[in-house]
């Protein structure tokens, strides 16, 4: 009985000093390789395993024997890829019975070469995406773990993982895109592709990301992750695959920001993106434009081509195709710092913004307006409105607003060619350049208007209705009947008439029936109308018996008094054909006038011009006018001391060029007096002596004007008689 003990003992120790040394040390044999390669090949039946001794090692506790091979190679045809190990477990049982079977597979990889796992890879499957990814990658390493469990058919269950890094990678995409060291380390499992730890310069942008996650279910790929760059200063030309080709017009000198952002999106089998998602938090600090189509200089008179924006607080977030974007921050016109905020949304195409520009040290100028911001105040601008798909723009609501003054407009539709389609009301509350008041309201019924107000300064319209080009107009399809009634209307800083009142009518976008009536502070009158008829002619009627304010605008004619105005016009085809006639009235100071009188030897009338002013009884000038040219057929001006009969043409801001006759009143009576009979009735027998006449000729640009005089001895019938036409009417 002992002996049996003394036997079992021996036993039990041999068996667990074996177990023990099986299960620290292991054997290392050949005999099983093949059946090791031959599970390997399961995972694809192209891939050969090199392998050397193995080394086995005893789980007692698993009753499992774990299988390791050291630096075995993974051959492919004329490829081989060197692994740092392989490891596998078999169970205990199946190896007793000489039923060779895995239960899992570990393969380690050494650093290898991103070049050649694609190289290899290709030779397994060779797709085209591989052939481009094999393309573009240009240096880099790969390690990586990957952990195969098979069930009991020898098939590789879904459980399988993958995990492993990626250092200094480098790719290059048709010399657009460049990515250089690019680090990070991945995870796969069943459907699932995790990137962790990113770090990689983009173009020369600096990116980094925590977490980026792809997950296939079904046919679809879903993309969620982070992204983070750094702030630095950018080169531009880098960026042109994210900015996209700028137009030509267009010039970035310098961009510095950085940005927080996660994203989210899927991507079918097609590549095609779908349910893009994404939030961005930028830090703008520093972006300048060196050139841009905005021709702000009008608005803005420090305004340059180069804008600069700095420390903007942005947020950016797409959801369901609708981008918004939100913030505010530093902008520079000129050399000076203000404040701008603004608010985008593009929803399919429509875009809603909302904008507000604090001007604080700028000059701000609305000519049209006749507005100025004074320098010690601040001005507020806002702008909401909607840019349609269609191209249409509607402002909901455009405000300036600086003190007291204000300027509100709201819902204005502008066609895609900028053009006036629809307006809801506006309001004018502020005092102009002239220091005068304006404060009106306009206000939309059904389709028509009505204007109301308490003053308007109307010395810009005035100016800008004398020019004659029709060429333009700031309508489209506009078509609507405007009352007005003003109680105080301003021609100038200082002329102003009361209770303007009438109406107008626009069709096809022109001004199609104008009836306007006002009167002046000494109750003088002044009346205008103007009407398109059936053959298309634009009529124009207006009278004043008071013209001295208007005429006073003209600077070449100073100290105009008393007087009686009628002018008439018939329009057409761009071509107007006028009378102007102004009776009963005196001038003086006009510098033209004094010149040629001093030329002609008449410096008695000229003393006259300079000093009481110089009567006419009438004044009456035909001409035609189109696009900037004035024809003048005649004008003719008849007075107790002097008589002119002129004509010729002007273009405007370009040259003049005129020619007549000037004649002193005893002259003109010597010359009737001689007419047989007739003279006598109309002059009397007392004729007076002096200078018989002289013809001229005023040539040259408008600030540039040369006068030549010759004297004459006779005068024209055309002369006389308009004389005799005058002084019959007299």
């Known amino acids: 009985m002992k002996r049996i003990i003394k036997i079992l003992i021996i036993l039990i120790i041999t068996l667990t000093t074996i177990v023990i040394y099986l299960s620290i040390y292991g054997i290392k044999t050949e005999k099983f390789n093949n059946e090791i390669i031959k599970n390997v090949s399961k995972v694809n039946k192209k891939i050969n395993l090199s392998l050397n001794e193995v080394n086995y090692l005893l789980k007692p506790l698993n009753f499992s024997i774990n299988i390791s091979a050291k630096n075995p190679k993974i051959l492919l045809e004329d490829k081989s890829l060197d692994l740092r190990d392989v490891t596998s477990n078999i169970s205990l049982k199946s190896f007793i019975n000489n039923q060779f079977s895995i239960d899992d597979l570990k393969i380690s990889t050494k650093e290898i070469q991103i070049k050649d796992l694609i190289s290899l890879t290709r030779v397994i499957e060779g797709s085209p995406q591989l052939f481009v990814l094999d393309k573009i990658a240009k240096e880099g390493l790969i390690s990586a773990n990957i952990n195969l469990t098979f069930d009991l058919n020898g098939e590789i269950k879904k459980n399988y993982q993958i995990n492993g890094t990626i250092k200094k990678a480098k790719f290059n995409i048709f010399n657009q895109v ?373 005429i006073k605008r003209y600077d070449f004619i100073k100290g105009f008094e008393e007087g009686y105005l009628n002018f008439n016009s ?37 003393d006259l011009l300079t000093g009481e002013g110089i009567r006419f009884t009438d004044f009456e000038m035909i001409y035609s006018s189109q696009k900037g040219s004035t024809n003048i057929e005649e004008m003719y001006a008849i007075g107790p001391a002097i008589s002119i009969l002129m004509d010729g043409y002007i273009e405007s801001k370009k040259l003049v060029s005129l020619r007549g006759t000037l004649v002193p009143a005893t002259t003109i009576n010597r010359s009737i007096a001689s007419i047989p009979l007739l003279g006598k009735i109309l002059i009397g027998e007392k004729t007076g002596e002096g200078v018989f006449g002289v013809s001229f000729k005023i040539k040259g640009t408008p600030k540039n004007l040369s006068t030549t005089v010759n004297p004459i001895k006779t005068l024209t019938p055309r002369f006389i008689t308009r004389t005799l036409e005058k002084i019959k009417k007299n």
Do not use: C, W
């Not at 079904?218 to 137009?247: M, R, W, Y």
């Not at 204000?406 to 895609?416: E, G, H, M, V």
């Not at 054909?577 to 010149?595: Q, R, Y």
């Open 570 to 606: 018939i329009k057409k085809d761009g071509v107007s054909n006028s009378v102007l006639a102004i009776d009963n009235f005196k001038v003086k100071e006009v510098p033209v006038f004094a010149k040629l009188l001093s030329l002609a030897s008449l410096q008695g009338i000229a």
């Open 178 to 550: 460049k990515i250089d060291n690019l680090n990070l380390s991945f995870n796969i499992s069943n459907n699932q592709l995790t990137l962790r730890k990113i770090k990689t310069n983009f173009n020369s942008v600096k990116l980094k990301s925590s977490l980026i996650k792809i997950e296939k279910k079904k046919d679809i790929f879903f993309v969620d992750g982070n992204l983070a760059n750094e702030e630095q200063n950018f080169d531009i030309s880098k960026l042109k695959p994210i900015l996209g080709d700028l137009p030509n017009n267009i010039v970035i000198e310098k961009i510095d920001f950085n940005s927080t952002n996660t994203f989210s999106f899927k991507v079918n089998k097609k590549l095609k993106l779908n349910d893009l998602k994404f939030e961005t938090n930028l830090n703008l600090r520093h972006f300048q434009i060196i050139k841009n189509p905005l021709n702000l200089k009008p608005f803005l008179p420090n305004y340059t081509e180069q804008i600069k924006f700095e420390d903007h607080e942005i947020k950016i977030k797409l959801r369901k195709g609708t981008l918004d974007i939100k913030g505010g921050g530093d902008i520079y016109i000129g050399d000076e710092l203000e404040q701008f905020s603004y608010s985008i949304i593009n929803d399919d195409g429509k875009i809603t913004f909302d904008t507000k520009l604090n001007i604080r040290k700028n000059p701000l100028i609305i000519n049209f307006l006749d507005y100025k911001k004074k320098k010690e105040n601040s001005s507020e601008i806002l702008l909401k409105g909607i840019y349609k798909k269609n191209k249409e723009l509607i402002f909901k609501d455009i405000s300036i607003t600086e003190k007291n003054n204000q300027i509100l407009i709201k819902d204005l539709l502008l066609s895609k060619n900028f053009k006036i389609k629809d307006l809801d009301y506006v309001k004018l509350n502020y005092r102009n350049k002239n220091d005068l008041l304006n404060n009106i309201e306009l206000k939309k019924n059904k389709s028509n208007f009505s204007i109301n107000g308490k003053s308007f300064d109307a010395t810009q319209f005035i100016n800008n209705s004398m020019n004659d080009d029709e060429s333009t107009t700031i309508f489209e399809n506009f078509n609507s009947k405007f009352d007005i009634k003003i109680d105080t209307t301003y021609i100038d800083k200082n002329d102003y008439t009361k209770n303007l009142a009438g109406n107008f009518t626009f069709k096809d976008n022109k001004l199609n029936k104008l009836n306007l009536a006002s009167t002046f502070s000494n109750n003088k009158k002044m009346n205008l109308s103007i009407e398109t008829n059936n053959q298309n002619e634009t009529i124009t009627k207006f009278f004043s018996n008071y013209p001295k304010p208007l």
